[in-house]
């Protein structure tokens, strides 16, 4: 089984830029298309970004397009997204997984983004 965990989430003030990892062990995710999600309190997951499993295709939601870069090295089994123009509204913990998410509801445990305005 595929564990993910996710890093390089933290506080930034509006505007500013974060890189989150996303660090696959277990099993290699190189044949699977990735995605990035989040969570913010109250509210449902929210999908933002999907890789194909070579890297040459990628999708993007409307929240986030212009703003956020998917990207993935599967000789390092890792995933990334480069998130520019922060905004108060993408605080959130932030997810990646395979895409579409497994039958089986795993999900890491997420790093924290904060943006502040």
């Known amino acids: 089984q595929v564990q993910l965990v996710e890093s390089g989430g933290g506080l930034v003030r509006t505007g500013g830029s974060l890189r989150l990892s996303c660090a696959a062990s277990?099993?290699?995710?190189?044949?699977?298309?990735m995605g990035w999600f989040r969570q913010a309190p109250g509210k449902e997951r929210e999908f933002l970004a999907r890789i194909s499993w070579s890297g040459g295709s990628t999708y993007y939601a409307d929240s986030v397009k212009g703003r956020f870069t998917i990207s993935r090295d599967n000789a390092k089994n890792t995933v990334y997204l480069q998130m520019n123009s922060l905004k108060p509204e993408d605080t959130a913990v932030y997810y990646c997984?395979?895409?579409?998410?497994?039958?089986?509801?795993?999900w890491g445990q997420g790093t924290q983004v904060t943006v502040s305005s």
């Open positions: 277990g099993r290699t995710v190189s044949f699977y298309a």
């Open positions: 997984n395979r895409y579409p998410p497994p039958p089986d509801g795993y």
